[in-house]
């Protein structure tokens, strides 16, 4: 038997500090109806004391207590991430961190032969992080395991259409052979890659002339392109649908009804769900037969001809060009398929397989905002929580995760639920993290996005990660400038 590799557990961890998005419509004069739809309910901001690297480190402690990990067992702790303060680590000291925390309770640290890679590649580096901590396990890592923590700081110019879409948090990874969680099948996955030159990007030549925050830290506010990233974002999770298809043959629509679940790269709560509508027709397209008998009813709904959109659905817009050039980057990349989506939205099956798939955690997931990395397993951590209650059975059913990242790559993994999900979805402890939030004042809010602490905020508790200090000398035998230095302190009662 082939030996399968894939996650023993799931741990999210969120900062305490939450933005109510109703109350920020107040605050911005936005509009609560549509934001509340679009987007979510709250988000969550890193507190002065936090940065990605407490924040990581609170998932892994988190995952390793819950899960009963020997830390001498772990032989590779990846960090995938945009929002590392250091520009030459970052997994190190999450693992410097998690060591401090797991002494103070009489633990062993992590295995000093542990590997300590860093990946980045946007909201896409989770996935990367995890397919190549599968690798690791399946040819030197034999034998041991490997987690890999997600996390990242969405943050947003005031003012801006990505302002609502902000959230922090984290999420750690237990990967090891005979998963008791969840089974990866790598072998079917779908890549796909493309550059598109300014969808999203972090160039360092936003930080010139910045003073850095209370903690050190600088803004992080990212250069956007709403609508053209929605473009990229669409377009290349098509190209991976395809990429998964030409390995697994067989027929699309039929394997996209039939799964238990689908989770996606989340930036905000109506983007997957666009996604997935599109992929849907795609595989339609596709296949033919009865098939596009069932697309040209959304077509005739929507007044659109089907050879039109078949043709349309077999060239790849060239979204980039535009933007090379200087011009205004198309806003559709398939704008007869948008038109059929719509008239799609309004059929029943829209229901069942948009909806009824899409729906394992969706709604936990409107109150946390935009996790970059960390979005897409920190959904499939809630569909997992919510399916134990559920009275579906997941276990037999194929799974598909689907992540990406800007600038511009996809991927979808095929996978299912073990036999014994149960036992380790129990242990996901989700509904834990979202206790205890500290609503923030608009006056609170403004205080925190500018990187000053309020004088009126207090975190729920005094426990956890924080930044002590950070180091100011330059000069002499001894430099610290810029580098953190961290405490912590356990929680009275806790499980983790």
Known sequence: MTQQYGLGGISVFVPPYRVDLQQWCQWS??????IGAVVGHSFRMAGPEHNAYTLAAQAVLNLILDNSVDPASVGHLALATESSSDNAVGAVV??????????QRGLPPLSRYCEVPEIKQACIAGVYGLKGAVRYLAHDGAGRNAIVAAVDIAEYEQGSTGEPTQGAGAAAMLVEADPRLLRLDLR??????SYR???FRKPFLRFAGQVPGDNGRLRDFPVFNGKYSTACYLDEVM???DALFERRGGPRAEFLRGLAAAFMHRPYHHMPVSAWSLAYLFALGADGGDEHRELEAYCTAAGVALAQVLAEMRQRPELARAVAAGEAPPEE??????HVVKAFRRSPRYKEVVEGKLRLGAASMMHVGNLYTAALPAWLAAGFEEALHDTGELAGRPLLLVGYGSGDAAETLVAEAAPGWRQAAARIGLARMFAGAVDLSQAQYRSLHDGRRPAD????DGSGFAIGRVGTSRQGAFQDFGVEYYRYAKQAAASG
């Open 29 to 34: 004069g936005s509009d609560f109806a549509k």
């Open 94 to 103: 999450v693992r410097g961190l998690v060591d401090m925390a797991l002494a």
């Open 188 to 193: 079917s996955s779908g890549s796909a890659s």
């Open 197 to 199: 030159i300014a969808d």
């Open 239 to 241: 190209c991976a649908f």
């Open 333 to 338: 990349p398939y704008p007869l398929c948008a």
């Open 457 to 460: 905020l207090a975190a729920a």
